[in-house]
């Protein structure tokens, strides 16, 4: 037998100030916690520094949260009926509402770790060893960051960043919904798998969206995909904001984009898209909102058909959608989540101290029928995330149920803690929770990898036209533990796109570059984006999108097409041809003109007459003086000549006797900057001046010169 799990010292809690945030509570023995978005938006309070501000004021009640808080308290109920699990323990449940606010996360863990029992009582304190929660990655991180000092367990069903797959810095940490290092690979996959190259992305601005992206564009660059625009927003972003990201999708070039993006943001994105009536956008889709109806029925129909992406995989819980019609708020009176879910379902006010002061609508009776509402809860056909709040409670049961049997796990158990299983840690059960291993009513095995997250398994969803409404349709899946290679699988023919066509999408910024051709990047743009410049004549490319041609051999030519080198053709010209006639003269004066080299000849003047080997003729050159002769006439007598066609040594001669010089002189002029050193000196170069110029140094005693000069 299970000996049920109390404190010996129950202390009185009493808070200081007024406590307001709404929850849902059960009694057990083991009570777990519950954290979950039940509003999606916040009216924050006027600040006048002049009094205490008020808290928060949750708007907009979320159907499909209180969904996800009715799949915690069916696990919560079927554990407590089942006598093989937990026997003799009651489990219980103290749910808080954090509207989507990491801040009310926070707000709400505190609570779950000072043990009050609900917002009205200051006494009967209980301890939460274990919570589930929460609906976002940024409130998750928060609240995983508050309870890890205290080694509190904690599995999200709806957390899916990457970054909480740390276990240095998260290690109390689980989930039961997988990491986007997943996803991010199973949306890089399908955008390289339809041939898409050139895409736009927008991303919440939080956790989620940010790091979610980035693990995306990480993979997709991996594949060759260009990112042609990046947008992110949030939800209390001002509005110029939101149209500065729809005003990227309108004027991009492509039309494919992929959004990962929160529910709550891709709401307010798509209302701003139909009010604009922006049509023709290939959605691809994120788990957080692809198959949730975030527009009306006629919206959906124009602006969401074709829509494709990720989702988490669907099942069918039996017993579920009976336990959700129960829900009524006589159940628990007074409870003001139970009476504001029933008020916005059959849009009426309930009779209740809060409501005196508001008599516009119309009061409720009590009698209305969830049977005839159709709305995101009582809507239990597509159980997603549902089903991961499901699992997540199992998971803590499973884990306390190895505990309190005692069985020893890493030296989480004692016989002394077996004995007295009142007295246990909740360090004790994160070891516990690490290695719980179960099957799930539907036949599927929950367990957790070092990071604390589960096998990565995934639909692939696609929103068609079902009937007179639009629906979310499974049309492949992507399986993570499955081999390389192997774990993407989608039936491309039962896919619809965006417009109800039927023909894939194109989305790249260039067309591939034929034979023929190759690739030129254009400057300052993408790898995606280029040009197709042809192959210049002698070149070819024979690949498609090749980056450069190739020369064909000297004996070959490249085609008309430019993607096949051919052997040159022989042509034979005959003598009667002009080309022929034209061909054989030149040849002839060609050789006339090498044999020139070789004629070697005397003319009748004695001149000796040749051609060197670069064909020029013999250099021959009189050495001429100008004279006055005796009529007092001044003429031109040659004195000497240059011969360059005679022996060396005696190709310069001149009659120095003959020349007349300067001043009609015979004497030779003089044009030395130095007279030449006698023996018995040397030179001694004048400083700064050029080597003729110089003064001769006597030798010193001892030394000698024998020579002028």
Known sequence: MLAPARATYQPTCKHWEKFDLLSFSKDGDVVLGGIFSLHSRVEDPELSFETQPKGAKCKKFDFREFRFVRAMMYAVDEINRNPTLLPNITLGYQIYDSCGMPSLSIKAAFEILDGQRDAGSEEDCRNIYAIVADSGSSQSAAVARLLNPFGIPMVSYFSTCACLSNKKEYPSFFRTIPSDYYQARALAQLVKHFGWNWIGTIKSDNDYGNFGMQAFIEAVRELGVCIAFTESFYRTYPREKLLKTVRAVKESSTKVIVAFVAEGDMAILLKEIARQDITGIQWIGSEAWISTPILPSEQRRKFLIGTLGIAIRQVNLPGFQEFLMQVHPSADPGNSLLEEFWESTFSCRLSSPRNKANGTEQECTGREKLQTIKNTYTDSSHLRVTYNVYKATYALAHALHNMFSCEAMNGASTTSTCKHASNYQSQQLLQYLKAVNFTTRTGETVHFDENGDPVATYDIVNWQSVGNRADVVSVGYYDGSAPPGQEFIINEGAVVWS???????????????????????????????????????????????????????????????????????????????????????????????????EVRFTNRLGEHVYFDPNGDPTASYDIINWQENQNGLVEHVTVGYFDASAATGKQFMINEDSVIWHGNTTRVPQSVCSESCPPGTRKAVQNGQHICCFDCIPCAEGEISNITG
């Open 499 to 597: 417009g109800g066509q039927r023909k894939v999408p194109q989305a790249i910024c260039s067309t591939s570059c034929t034979t023929g051709t190759r690739k030129a990047a254009r400057k300052g743009q993408p790898i995606c984006c280029f040009d197709c410049i042809e192959c210049a004549e002698g070149e070819i490319s024979n690949v498609t999108d090749s980056v450069i041609c190739l020369t064909c051999p000297w004996d070959q030519w490249s085609n008309e097409q430019r993607d096949l080198c051919i052997p040159k053709m022989t042509e034979f010209l005959s003598f009667e041809e002009i080309m022929g006639i034209v061909l054989v003269t030149l040849a002839l004066v060609g050789t006339g003109f090498t044999h020139l080299k």
